[in-house]
């Protein structure tokens, strides 16, 4: 039937009403009186008779015409109860320069618009596409076909949060809007690394048919990228038991539905890991998408589904970079080692492996822990965010039997951590390959030294460490970046007073970072005024010179 | 004493008045199609043809009464058949301008009618004239 109607309406649009007894400005409401106008058909006698005026007195075609047909409205207000009059008079212009008649049809009346139908439909579209149009078509850009090469590389290049594009719609990443409840209508952008929680809810017996369950609904759909399409591999599929422990399946070609076995619903998907490759000019070439299946029990009456997506650089190692080139505020400060055994810093090349996603490469500072001891906590690091002073500390019990030496080296090994780097980057951004992006943190002693009467030095201990990190904004005045300029780790060592046997001290141990902005202020630069350059010609004292 | 005259005095007269009046003619009907141009909706395909009829009936105008002053004073009947010939396509022209125009004003309507009657009277008596010489 549809197609039926489509062919009916593509023969002819409907033909304008030109009959003035049939015509009614005033008539909006659809089968119903509108008020005080007097042409509705939709109004009865009784309606008539509660008008006060017509608003509409006179129907006609254009006044220009000498000789035409008018609808004449009127209330008799007299009659009881007041009635509405039509009449159909014969109106006449008397001016002499009144249409007598005219051979162009559209003249008087408005043109009907062309159907638009799959033949004349791009010739439609050309002539009216565009923001503005005229009544002739515009033929002289011809050059339409050069414009396009230059659109299709635009769209196949994706730019940092542009929704990742599909056959259908957008990369779906379910996530939680307002409540916790998953909505599909999330879409993934570009370079845009995003982990979400959401709830759904679920019911077992109809487990195969909610189409967020199954496997297909996360790798159905292909991504557009450049010419073709890439689809979307099974990098890994994991299963989850009723428990919470996963393992890995060695065959991750099967396709698992959701399914009913007993009373469980079985390949359910509880979470979904995406990761997208892509070049350095933008272009995704290649899509994965690791499950973790598990199943669903009877009484469960909703699921927490987990979603990450992750962009990785093809041939490149990915590398957390704390911002691009300046630092961001609440990203780890990034660090690393000069090698051993490589004394000059232009060995940083073979150091670059150092660098990669290691988080221990990075500068930490203790954590603090609900023991408070700092002996007992030992390994639990934090890593330093650009721009958050942190403080952290434990207490330190001393005995009688405690040895100062080895106390000290545990001490600094529990203030300074595992591998305190050398060397911090300067940008969010630095190469290992860079050697003057690197700042060297300056390590300093300072002794509180007790006035002792004794020669020898006694043993100290470090009770604190401060890190001082010096930034500056570097760049332009209206986006400044962050850089480092100096760090500096400060220890301050003190005297160990033994207790006397059977009494123990407690000695509190801080370490603490903090970020000083010493950035200069701005300076104006104002325009060179101009040079007034005038130079003689070269021959100017010709014969003389 | 008109026996030995054969050249007819009202087709003179009629002449005279027509070639005074076609030239009021023209140019009224110049200056309507221009107002018409801006007052009504004119497409160009459309102005292009009235505008070509009115100036080569104009131009058909000018040998037509010379012919026929010329004929009808020298009482030769071929200058006289020949500008009866050049009336039809005056006529011709007329009737478009009357009734095929893009947009026929009631003067258009005055004008042309006028026009034609003119003709019309004009015809009718050159081929009395011409009825004269020859016999």
Same mark, same amino acid.
């Given at each position: 039937?549809?197609?039926?109607? =489509?062919?009916?309406?593509?023969?002819?649009?409907?033909?304008?009403? $030109?009959? *003035?007894?049939?015509?009614?400005?005033? =008539?909006?409401?659809?089968?119903?009186?509108?008020?005080?106008?007097?042409?509705?058909?939709?109004?009865?006698?009784?309606?008539?008779?509660?008008?006060?005026?017509?608003?509409?007195?006179?129907?006609?075609?254009?006044?220009?015409?000498?000789?035409?047909?008018?609808?004449?409205?009127?209330?008799?207000?007299?009659?009881?109860?007041?009635?509405?009059?039509?009449?159909?008079?014969?109106?006449?212009?008397?001016?002499?320069?009144?249409?007598?008649?005219?051979?162009?049809?559209?003249?008087?009346?408005?043109?009907?618009?062309? %159907?638009?139908?799959?033949?004349?439909?791009?010739?439609?579209?050309?002539?009216?596409?565009? #923001?503005?149009?005229?009544?002739?078509?515009?033929?002289?850009?011809?050059?339409?076909?050069?414009?396009?090469?230059?659109?299709?590389?635009?769209?196949?290049?994706?730019?940092?949060?542009?929704?990742? !594009?599909?056959?259908?719609?957008?990369?779906?990443?379910?996530?939680?809007?307002?409540?916790?409840?998953?909505?599909?209508?999330?879409?993934?952008?570009?370079?845009?690394?995003?982990?979400?929680?959401?709830?759904?809810?679920?019911?077992?017996?109809?487990?195969?048919?909610?189409?967020?369950?199954?496997?297909?609904?996360?790798?159905?759909?292909?991504?557009?990228?450049?010419?073709?399409?890439?689809?979307?591999?099974?990098?890994?599929?994991?299963?989850?038991?009723?428990?919470?422990?996963? $393992?890995? @399946?060695? /065959?991750? =070609?099967?396709?698992? @539905?959701?399914? +009913?076995?007993?009373?469980?619903?079985?390949?359910?998907?509880?979470?979904?890991?995406?990761?997208?490759?892509?070049?350095?000019?933008?272009?995704?070439?290649?899509?994965?998408?690791?499950?973790?299946?598990?199943?669903?029990?009877?009484? #469960?009456?909703?699921?927490?589904?987990?979603?990450?997506?992750?962009?990785?650089? #093809?041939?490149?190692?990915?590398?957390?970079?704390?911002?691009?080139?300046?630092?961001?505020?609440?990203?780890?400060?990034?660090?690393?080692?000069?090698?051993?055994?490589?004394?000059?810093?232009?060995?940083?090349?073979?150091?670059?492996?150092?660098?990669?996603?290691?988080?221990?490469?990075?500068?930490?500072?203790?954590?603090?822990?609900?023991?408070?001891?700092?002996?007992?906590?030992?390994?639990?690091?934090?890593?330093?965010?650009?721009?958050?002073?942190?403080?952290?500390?434990?207490?330190?019990?001393? $005995?009688?039997?405690?040895?100062?030496?080895?106390?000290? !080296?545990?001490?600094?090994?529990?203030?300074?951590?595992?591998?305190?780097?050398?060397?911090?980057?300067?940008?969010?951004?630095?190469?290992?390959?860079?050697?003057?992006?690197?700042?060297?943190?300056?390590?300093?002693?300072?002794?509180?030294?007790?006035?002792?009467?004794?020669?020898?030095?006694?043993?100290?201990?470090?009770?604190?460490?401060?890190?001082? *990190?010096?930034?500056?904004?570097?760049?332009?005045?209206?986006?400044?970046? #962050?850089?480092?300029?100096?760090?500096?780790?400060?220890?301050?060592?003190?005297?160990?007073?033994?207790?006397?046997?059977?009494?123990?001290?407690?000695?509190? %141990?801080?370490?603490? +970072?903090?970020?000083?902005?010493?950035?200069?202020?701005?300076?104006?630069?104002?325009?060179?005024?101009?040079?007034?350059?005038?130079?003689?010609?070269?021959?100017?004292?010709?014969?003389? +010179? | 004493?008109?026996?030995?005259?054969?050249?007819?005095?009202?087709?003179?007269?009629?002449?005279?008045?027509?070639?005074?009046?076609?030239?009021?003619?023209?140019?009224? $009907?110049?200056?309507?199609?221009?107002?018409?141009?801006?007052?009504?909706?004119?497409?160009?395909?459309?102005?292009?043809?009235?505008?070509?009829?009115?100036?080569?009936?104009?131009?058909?105008?000018?040998?037509?009464?010379?012919?026929?002053?010329?004929?009808?004073?020298?009482?030769?009947?071929?200058?006289?058949?020949?500008?009866?010939?050049?009336?039809?396509?005056? +006529?011709?022209?007329?009737?478009?301008?009357?009734?095929?125009?893009?947009?026929?004003?009631?003067? =258009? *309507?005055?004008?042309?009618?006028?026009?034609? /009657?003119?003709?019309?009277?004009?015809?009718?008596?050159?081929?009395?004239?011409?009825?004269?010489?020859?016999?």
């Amino acid at each position: 039937p549809a197609d039926t109607r =489509d062919a009916a309406r593509v023969r002819s649009a409907p033909a304008p009403l $030109t009959d *003035v007894a049939r015509l009614c400005v005033c =008539d909006l409401l659809v089968a119903q009186c509108d008020v005080n106008c007097c042409c509705d058909p939709d109004c009865s006698a009784e309606d008539f008779s509660l008008f006060t005026a017509c608003s509409v007195p006179v129907v006609t075609g254009d006044s220009q015409l000498c000789n035409q047909k008018a609808a004449v409205y009127s209330l008799d207000v007299e009659a009881n109860p007041p009635e509405r009059i039509f009449k159909l008079i014969d109106q006449v212009n008397p001016s002499i320069f009144c249409i007598h008649a005219t051979n162009y049809k559209q003249a008087l009346y408005l043109k009907s618009p062309e %159907i638009p139908t799959p033949e004349n439909f791009d010739q439609l579209l050309e002539k009216f596409g565009g #923001a503005s149009f005229r009544a002739e078509p515009d033929s002289w850009d011809l050059d339409t076909d050069a414009q396009n090469p230059s659109e299709a590389n635009e769209t196949s290049r994706y730019e940092f949060g542009v929704p990742v !594009q599909t056959e259908d719609a957008f990369l779906r990443l379910p996530s939680p809007v307002v409540t916790s409840w998953c909505s599909d209508a999330n879409p993934a952008g570009f370079l845009v690394n995003q982990a979400t929680k959401c709830i759904r809810s679920v019911s077992v017996e109809k487990c195969d048919s909610i189409q967020a369950l199954s496997m297909l609904f996360y790798i159905n759909s292909s991504i557009l990228a450049s010419v073709f399409q890439v689809d979307i591999t099974v990098q890994s599929i994991a299963v989850q038991s009723l428990d919470g422990m996963r $393992t890995l @399946l060695s /065959s991750s =070609d099967v396709l698992r @539905l959701p399914m +009913v076995l007993d009373d469980l619903c079985i390949n359910a998907v509880l979470g979904v890991n995406y990761h997208i490759t892509h070049t350095d000019t933008g272009e995704i070439i290649e899509a994965a998408a690791a499950f973790v299946l598990g199943a669903i029990s009877k009484e #469960a009456l909703s699921i927490e589904q987990s979603f990450e997506i992750s962009f990785t650089q #093809a041939n490149t190692q990915p590398v957390l970079l704390s911002g691009n080139p300046g630092y961001v505020v609440g990203l780890p400060v990034r660090a690393g080692f000069q090698p051993q055994g490589y004394p000059s810093p232009a060995a940083f090349l073979i150091a670059a492996l150092a660098l990669s996603s290691n988080k221990h490469s990075q500068l930490t500072i203790l954590q603090s822990t609900s023991t408070q001891d700092c002996l007992a906590a030992q390994g639990a690091r934090a890593p330093v965010l650009f721009g958050y002073n942190m403080i952290s500390g434990c207490k330190l019990r001393i $005995t009688a039997a405690m040895k100062c030496q080895p106390l000290a !080296q545990t001490l600094l090994d529990v203030l300074k951590g595992q591998s305190f780097p050398e060397y911090v980057a300067s940008f969010g951004n630095s190469q290992a390959q860079d050697v003057l992006d690197w700042v060297p943190i300056t390590q300093l002693h300072i002794s509180e030294q007790m006035i002792s009467h004794t020669l020898q030095s006694p043993c100290q201990i470090p009770v604190s460490l401060g890190i001082e *990190v010096k930034w500056t904004k570097y760049g332009s005045l209206v986006n400044p970046q #962050a850089r480092i300029v100096n760090v500096t780790a400060t220890v301050t060592t003190t005297t160990l007073k033994q207790p006397p046997s059977g009494r123990e001290r407690i000695i509190p %141990i801080t370490s603490s +970072v903090v970020f000083t902005d010493i950035s200069s202020p701005a300076e104006p630069s104002y325009k060179a005024w101009p040079t007034i350059n005038i130079k003689l010609p070269f021959d100017f004292f010709y014969p003389f +010179v | 004493n008109n026996s030995s005259q054969l050249s007819s005095l009202p087709l003179q007269i009629l002449l005279y008045v027509n070639g005074i009046y076609y030239i009021f003619y023209f140019l009224a $009907t110049l200056a309507m199609i221009i107002y018409k141009s801006q007052v009504f909706s004119y497409p160009d395909d459309l102005l292009a043809p009235d505008l070509a009829v009115l100036f080569l009936m104009g131009i058909l105008e000018v040998p037509r009464l010379y012919l026929g002053f010329k004929g009808n004073l020298t009482e030769a009947e071929a200058p006289l058949g020949l500008s009866l010939g050049l009336t039809v396509g005056s +006529v011709v022209l007329c009737v478009y301008l009357l009734l095929w125009q893009t947009y026929v004003l009631w003067a =258009d *309507v005055l004008l042309n009618a006028v026009l034609l /009657s003119t003709y019309g009277l004009e015809s009718g008596l050159k081929v009395t004239a011409i009825a004269a010489f020859v016999s």
